[in-house]
């Protein structure tokens, strides 16, 4: 990047900062979450533009005074910092996936395998509540279909991040989309025997803003009674929704919140972010723009990652992440191939940019 397109960040930067020391500006919490993401983001931007010309400087000025073998040594080093500090500006201006502050609508089906599957969907659930309870998120199951031997066959969970990160939910879960395989003894088998199913998992970024126009006359709104395990009613009133929207027959259930009127803007929330992830992969297609890293534009049909509970092992297929803690990783400690994930995609990113 030129120096007048460094000089522009420095700017917008400290418009930023002016504008988040402004107390009207926090009458509108959205706008405040915004420029905050946005200032948090362009951050560590600003400190590297910093550290650089301040080596720079002191680079220019031990040259000057590089008869001396002080001043000579000192410039050898500071010479020597340099293309690393430039690297690392390099990397912080790649350009970066608009979504990475929001927060997620998750979508975890059981798959192949009957209750097994249910039971493994339930497990992958509870391995997002943990995970998003470690980094201080609020998770929240907007609607679940629970199975008779206590998995679910659909769950549908809202993550959200309390602060105005520059990386926020989607940043850090936005890879976990597609089919996660479990091999284990399932608990319905009686001989002992390992077997192989699976659960699909489909992420989606929530927008803040309205950004897709749905008509309300491709909607279908049907409302019914909440349920528990099994069926039973466990709402006297009609007060969970269900949304079809029949131009692409995408449809949407929320029985979580205490009222119809409730249930049904969680729904119309969640089936916003539905219809835009599903524009973007339709436009994404057009543009035959198939990279991997994007998981908006990877079939969902593609098994990520397998679960091997013999041998305590996880495997993530994509980036040939392999480790041991299985246990650990089901109790929400999901860094390791997280960061694995992210780092894959960044060195693909940053290969594109010299290319």
Not at 250 to 266: D, F, G, L, W
Not at 277 to 305: G, I, L
Not at 321 to 339: C, M, P, R
Request: glycine share 8%.
């Amino acid at each position: 990047m030129d120096s007048s397109s460094l000089r522009g960040l420095l700017d917008e930067y400290a418009e930023l900062e002016k504008q988040l020391a402004d107390p009207s500006v926090h009458a509108d919490q959205g706008r405040a979450r915004k420029l905050g993401r946005r200032y948090a983001e362009l951050t560590p931007v600003v400190r590297a533009i910093g550290e650089l010309d301040g080596v720079r400087d002191d680079l220019a000025a031990a040259r000057e005074m590089a008869e001396d073998p002080a001043f000579a040594a000192e410039a050898e080093e500071l010479a020597e910092r340099v293309p690393v500090l430039e690297a690392r500006l390099t990397e912080l201006l790649l350009p970066r996936d608009p979504y990475d502050g929001s927060d997620v609508v998750m979508e975890i089906k059981s798959g192949e395998g009957g209750e097994e599957s249910a039971l493994f969907a339930g497990d992958l659930l509870r391995m997002y509540l943990r995970y998003a309870e470690r980094h201080g998120w609020k998770a929240e199951v907007l609607d679940s279909v629970d199975s008779d031997l206590g998995g679910f066959k659909d769950a549908t969970v809202s993550i959200k991040s309390k602060g105005a990160d520059a990386d926020g939910v989607w940043a850090r879960l936005k890879f976990e989309g597609g089919v996660h395989r479990v091999q284990r003894v399932p608990a319905t088998e009686s001989q002992g025997r390992i077997h192989t199913s699976a659960a699909g998992v489909l992420i989606y970024p929530e927008p803040e803003e309205v950004e897709v126009e749905i008509d309300p006359n491709d909607l279908r709104i049907d409302v019914f009674r909440s349920s528990g395990p099994g069926g039973q009613s466990v709402n006297t009133t009609d007060s969970a929704v269900r949304i079809t929207h029949l131009p692409t027959g995408i449809v949407v259930s929320c029985q979580n919140e205490k009222s119809q009127i409730q249930n049904r803007a969680r729904a119309l929330q969640v089936l916003q972010a539905r219809l835009q992830a599903s524009a973007e992969e339709e436009a994404a297609a057009k543009a035959s723009d198939a990279r991997r890293s994007q998981v908006r534009t990877v079939d969902r049909s593609e098994r990520v990652r397998t679960y091997n509970f013999p041998e305590n092992r996880i495997s993530d297929h994509r980036v040939n992440y392999k480790a041991y803690n299985l246990d650990q990783v089901l109790d929400g400690d999901l860094d390791g191939v997280l960061d694995a994930l992210r780092s894959a995609d960044r060195d693909e990113r940053l290969s594109a940019h010299s290319g």
